[in-house]
């Protein structure tokens, strides 16, 4: 059986981008590794997100936007992760013909119900559950779920769950950040119940269920915790809340 996640090793190096002791950190994540991830790896993420869609889909921000829908949208998006990335970095592109051994990038969707996703993920001993912060927008939040699965070499599934953070596109929006914040605030109040319903139902499956949540993304997780005493979780990590 897989030994457990370092927490430490996930809020303080995977998500602030610190590289100190990597030797150190290659060491202790490869005890638990049952996968090498030295190479560049296309991996599977699956993807819960309330966010609008465009028309053509796809693991874009051009697909999935910054307001939110009353419905979720549930995806198995495919990642190319470079091998040549810095532990806690993203390197991404949209260029087609982008070098994989460079950049992060999106090469596929496949649109999902609710049940098959929450198939996909119980069918792992483990499950990581990633939640994103403030001013995210999709393709970056889909990019670091993945680098996180990579370079924690988690062997298990890892579920994105994506609220409607960013802001439009727009020299105003960029320059607005009260608004944009206060925005996000209530985009991230009212993805709760989406993400209280996904959580509810991993947490009753026979994985080990672990939370990592990012800034903003504590207004999401954090009240639907409070609210849910029968919610089994195994690893919670809280990273700049």
């Not at 609220?163 to 608004?179: K, N, Q, T, V, Y």
Request: proline content about 4%.
């Amino acid at each position: 059986m897989a030994k457990k996640i370092p927490a430490i090793l996930l809020a303080f190096v995977l998500l602030s981008g610190c590289t100190t002791g990597s030797a150190r950190l290659a060491a202790s994540l490869n005890e638990r590794a049952e996968a090498s991830f030295s190479d560049t790896q296309t991996l599977s993420v699956l993807v819960v997100t309330n966010r609008a869609t465009a028309r053509t889909p796809a693991c874009a921000d051009t697909y999935f936007g910054v307001t939110g829908q009353r419905n979720a949208s549930y995806v198995s998006c495919t990642v190319n992760v470079p091998k040549k990335h810095s532990i806690g970095a993203l390197d991404e592109s949209d260029e087609r013909a982008a070098d994989p051994h460079s950049f992060f990038f999106s090469s596929g969707m496949q649109t999902l119900s609710e049940q098959e996703l929450l198939s996909r993920a119980a069918a792992s001993e483990e499950v990581l559950v990633f939640v994103h912060g403030f001013n995210v927008p999709f393709s970056e939040a889909l990019y670091r779920a993945a680098q996180i699965k990579y370079d924690l070499k988690f062997p298990g599934s890892v579920v994105l769950f994506s609220w409607p953070a960013g802001a439009d596109e727009g020299i105003l929006s960029a320059l607005d950040l009260s608004g944009t914040y206060k925005a996000n605030r209530l985009m991230a109040e009212l993805a709760r119940p989406h993400f209280s319903s996904i959580l509810t139902r991993l947490s009753h499956s026979k994985s080990r269920i672990h939370v990592v949540v990012h800034s903003m993304g504590h207004e999401v997780v954090l009240p639907v915790l409070a609210s849910e005493a029968s919610l089994r979780i195994d690893q919670l990590i809280l990273n700049a809340p």
